[in-house]
């Protein structure tokens, strides 16, 4: 007859568990990598918005000063073609939606990062509020 044989206790994990685990691992990285990449890429692109309501602000000063103003490339923040920046190149501003002093208006700044992606963001002045509003820049 044989002797029953003792339990043993379980110490550690097996084989399968562990690789599950670093599978799961694997899968939550890549996951945060892309998403952090993006993030960089967004943060890096948000001297556009800058640059855009730089152009809304003068336009608006210089419609205080004189409302019949309505050519918005005689202002040199309005004027940017091929600017760079820290992150950015290829900067241009767009400001020909602004038609006059009494009508609202979208300002459009666009730029390239290192990477090749092509940013936009844009501010719009609200002629019945005063007020400009912008957003962030969005991957083109």
Same mark, same amino acid.
């Not at 019949?68 to 940017?80: D, G, I, V």
């Not at 912008?134 to 991957?139: E, G, L, N, Y």
């Given at each position: ?39 960089? &890429?967004?943060?890096?692109?948000? %001297? ?6 730089? @152009? ?9 000063? %004189? ?10 923040? /309005?004027?940017? &073609? ?18 006059? @002093? ?9 730029? %390239?990062?290192? &990477? ?6 844009? /501010?719009?002045?609200?002629?019945? &509020?005063?007020?400009?509003? /912008? ?6």
């Amino acid at each position: 007859m044989r002797k029953p044989r003792k339990d043993r206790k379980e110490a550690g994990f097996t084989l399968v568990e562990l690789m599950i685990v670093i599978a799961i691992i694997a899968i939550l990285a890549a996951v945060a990598i892309s998403q952090y990449s993006a993030y960089k &890429n967004k943060a890096k692109a948000k %001297d556009l918005v800058g640059f855009a309501r730089a @152009c809304a602000m003068e336009i608006v000063t210089q419609c205080e000063a %004189d409302s019949s103003f309505n050519n918005a490339t005689q202002l040199e923040s /309005c004027n940017l &073609n091929n600017g760079t920046s820290k992150y950015l190149s290829n900067i241009t501003i767009d400001a020909s939606s602004f038609s006059g @002093c009494n009508a609202t208006f979208t300002i459009t700044a666009s730029g %390239d990062l290192p &990477n090749g992606d092509t940013y936009q963001a844009q /501010c719009t002045y609200d002629v019945n &509020n005063q007020d400009i509003s /912008c957003t962030a820049p969005r991957k083109q």
